[in-house]
């Protein structure tokens, strides 16, 4: 009997130490699982599973998307798809830059992964909004390698220096321009190379209409940033600010860009 019950007990133990012996991205797509388990019935506060998008970078996994519908989530249905939000009403819809929404738990994909696609749905409500996409991400509210998108303006980001500047682009395309009152689907990328460079590549349509082409050359992405990016080093969680804007939906996800250069 004795035995049995250190038998039972190794066994035990074997299996707590393999247990937290997890990688982080192990434990952020179980945080994700236990949310699609516990998230909201309601379709307009909830969340998904898309169909993955298929890289041609071999780091690149393919994986099914995490998609957040919350266009219908009060302060309860927030706090069950494990966001937390100051200033946000349904919508989702902020007034101000104190208007802010990010995740509780760590849901970035890994680095030596190509790191983390975030795609928005989202509609500027006045000429001065502006809406922040931020990535690998820490402290509350949220801060970390940004996106800025602006209402009747080219897209911005947090440069290295923690200031604004515009990206740049790709020489086949046209920098986006949104305009108010309009509904947009931007598919942005916060992608993480081999060698350890760092670039922001985004398009103003959704992830799954990109094309081969529109994927496979920068000379064909219309938000392009491939200098003083921001490490991802800060933390793993994502975060938003809603100046004047209506945030619809967000998804996570590989990245879409198929080059490194």
Avoid: H, W
């Amino acid at each position: 009997m004795l035995k049995n019950l250190f038998s039972s007990t190794l066994i035990g133990l074997i299996t707590i130490n393999c247990s937290m012996a997890k990688t982080t991205e192990a434990n952020n797509s179980s945080n994700l699982l236990s949310l699609l388990v516990a998230a909201s019935a309601n379709p307009g506060c909830a969340l998904s599973s898309t169909q993955a998008i298929t890289s041609n970078l071999t780091q690149v996994e393919s994986k099914p998307r995490t998609k957040y519908t919350i266009q219908d989530c009060n302060e309860v249905g927030f706090t069950n798809l494990g966001l937390t939000q100051t200033e946000i009403t349904k919508g989702a819809t902020g007034m101000s830059a104190s208007s802010v929404l990010y995740t509780n738990n760590d849901v970035m994909l890994a680095t030596n992964k190509g790191g983390t696609n975030i795609e928005v749905s989202f509609t500027f409500n006045s000429p001065t909004s502006t809406l922040d996409v931020i990535a690998y991400g820490a402290g509350s509210p949220v801060s970390g390698p940004t996106y800025r998108l602006i209402a009747g303006a080219q897209t911005q980001y947090k440069n290295a220096s923690g200031v604004f500047a515009n990206t740049g682009k790709g020489g086949s395309v046209s920098a986006p321009i949104p305009s108010v009152g309009t509904s947009y689907t931007f598919c942005l990328d916060f992608q993480s190379t081999p060698s350890g460079s760092r670039f922001l590549n985004g398009f103003n349509k959704p992830c799954s209409e990109l094309t081969d082409t529109e994927r496979g050359s920068m000379s064909y992405y219309p938000i392009m940033q491939m200098m003083n990016v921001p490490v991802y080093t800060s933390g793993n969680r994502l975060g938003f600010v809603l100046n004047g804007v209506t945030l619809t939906s967000f998804t996570i996800g590989s990245i879409v860009s198929n080059t490194e250069m």
